[in-house]
Nanobody, 123 residues
Framework: EVQLVESGGGLVQAGGSLRLSCAAS????????IAWFRQAPGKAREGVSC???????DYTYSVKGRFTISSDDAKNVVYLEMNSLKPEDTAVYYC?????????????????WGPGTQVTVSS
């Protein structure tokens, strides 16, 4: 089992930046895929970005060019750098781990989840 804890959320003005962190309880990067999801009130959980065990990444269209996912294997941490934030990025952001080598933006495919961190972007 893997425990995940997100941090770095907060309130930011439109156009600002935040960096989210996801700390894993043990080393997962060789055999697992990791993703960031978000869920706004009244909306379905949405895949934002993911990174596979080989380092390849994927992004949902609305964040391409603004968000960057990366990992620090030594620290067992995955980051989501978010720039040029928009009010529509407001949501609870979750990280999740999938017991497969390659990532997906489909939340149903993930096995372990963190409790989430709130991101609020004001206009």
């Amino acid at each position: 089992e893997v425990q995940l804890v997100e941090s770095g959320g907060g309130l930011v003005q439109a156009g600002g930046s935040l960096r989210l962190s996801c700390a894993a309880s043990r080393f997962v990067f060789d055999d697992y895929a990791i993703a960031w999801f978000r869920q706004a009130p009244g909306k379905a959980r949405e895949g934002v970005s993911c990174i596979s065990s080989d380092g390849s990444t994927d992004y949902t269209y609305s964040v391409k060019g603004r968000f960057t996912i990366s990992s620090d294997d030594a620290k067992n941490v995955v980051y989501l750098e978010m720039n040029s934030l928009k009010p529509e990025d407001t949501a609870v952001y979750y990280c999740a781990v999938r017991n497969r080598l390659f990532c997906s933006l489909r939340p149903v495919l993930y096995d372990y989840w963190g409790p989430g961190t709130q991101v609020t972007v004001s206009s």
